[in-house]
């Protein structure tokens, strides 16, 4: 696997913007940005505030929330002063990429991230607000880099979509909801992902409370979805985090994950838990895929890997499924990941999982 985009890559995205902005410097920047609710000027700021604040938290090693600071403007500055203060904080940033040893994580909303996860969502934040600060002047964008569009697709983006028309800048406007790819319009929410759950085949991606609104309402939820999907069964699973959003009970990470295969980053599924652990540390899995992409393993090795996050999770101590009676290739797919026939329940047949039999099945290789 290549390595994470770095200093360098920062390196080349704040070259390009500041270079790109500085030629509009004498424009209008009170003007909307596109796509926005901000103006070209707040949409500055905002970035020069990302870029420092990326840095604070990687610097910080900070292990729960954003750090308590805002970055703000004096009054009157100019753009020039405003394209300075971004420089500035790609710099510091670089200088925290840069420092970072190779074991130093730090938290951030969409999955703890170390320099390379730091450094990807700088140069995406810095490519996308040049983006539309130089589209809401109405001049063309001379920010656009395929090269370093590729880097954090790869990093941040696994569920961008292969073999959909457009190079990796077109893409990464359409992961952002930007734009859209031939026979794919763009999605009405999205995010990026800084530690998903790899599987051989596939990787998991969250569906936060966001996305799994959109997807419960009939919307794709950010994903590019095999042609019979997404399935009735997701789409409730993932109306199930809406609901727990809104009652104030959602914990990330214990709700729903779309499953999207590796081979053309096509969403072809659901997995994730009822609700989060229990008192003893027990919580309930489920999972579903579409017809298309049925009989491939997906399932087994989704299934794997997420009880394999499961059980890293502190207090976490069983898993159980629930299948009918009659669902033969689920009941399958349950014992091929190391569950265990465990009476009956509601739902049908109740299975169960603790962390020595996964460690069994798996030779101790679950976390791979």
């Known amino acids: ?33 596109a796509g926005l609710e901000w103006s070209c000027r707040d949409t500055a700021v905002h970035l020069a505030g990302d870029l420092t604040g990326f840095a604070a938290q990687l610097a910080g090693r900070v292990s729960d929330s954003y750090l308590p600071f805002l970055v703000g403007v004096a009054p009157g500055t100019p753009p020039g002063g405003l394209i300075d ?18 074991g130093d994580r730090a938290w951030h909303p969409a999955g703890w991230a170390g320099a390379d996860g730091f450094a990807a969502m700088g140069v995406t934040e810095i490519l996308l607000h040049t983006h539309d600060i130089l589209r809401g002047l109405g001049t063309p964008d001379r920010a656009v880099s395929p090269y370093l569009a590729a880097r954090v697709l790869d990093r941040l983006f696994p569920h961008t979509p292969r073999g959909a028309g457009g190079d990796p800048w077109d893409r990464l406007l359409w992961a952002t909801g930007r734009a859209d790819l031939p026979d794919l319009p763009r999605p009405r929410v999205w995010r990026w992902y800084n530690e998903p759950v790899r599987a051989r085949g596939v990787t998991l991606c969250e569906i936060s409370p966001a996305l799994a609104a959109d997807l419960h309402a009939g919307g794709t939820g950010g994903f590019a979805w095999a042609d019979d999907g997404p399935a009735e069964g997701t789409r409730f699973a993932a109306g199930t985090v809406a609901k727990a959003r809104e009652e104030g009970t959602y914990r990330p990470g214990w709700g729903a994950y779309a499953i999207v295969r590796d081979s053309d980053r096509r969403a072809v599924g659901g997995i994730g838990f009822h609700a989060a652990p229990d008192g003893g540390g027990h919580a309930e899995i489920g999972y579903d895929l579409v017809p298309s992409a ?7 090795e989704a299934l794997r890997a997420l009880c394999a996050w499961a059980f890293a999770q ?21 014992r091929r990941a190391g569950f265990r026939p465990a009476g009956h329940g509601e739902g049908g047949a109740r299975y169960a999982l603790t962390p020595a039999a996964l460690r069994a099945r798996t030779g101790g290789r679950e976390n791979r």
């Open 314 to 334: 502190p207090g976490v101590t069983g898993l159980h499924a629930e299948v009918e009676e009659g669902n033969a290739p689920s009941h399958a797919v349950l």
């Open 1 to 33: 696997m290549n390595p994470g985009p770095g200093p360098h890559d920062l390196d080349a995205a704040v070259a390009l913007s500041v270079r790109a902005l500085r030629e509009v410097a004498g424009l209008d920047w009170s003007a909307p940005a």
């Open 85 to 102: 203060l971004v420089e500035a904080g790609g710099r510091l940033l670089r200088a925290a990429v840069y420092a970072a040893g190779s």
């Open 294 to 300: 049925r009989g491939a393993g997906h399932a087994t």
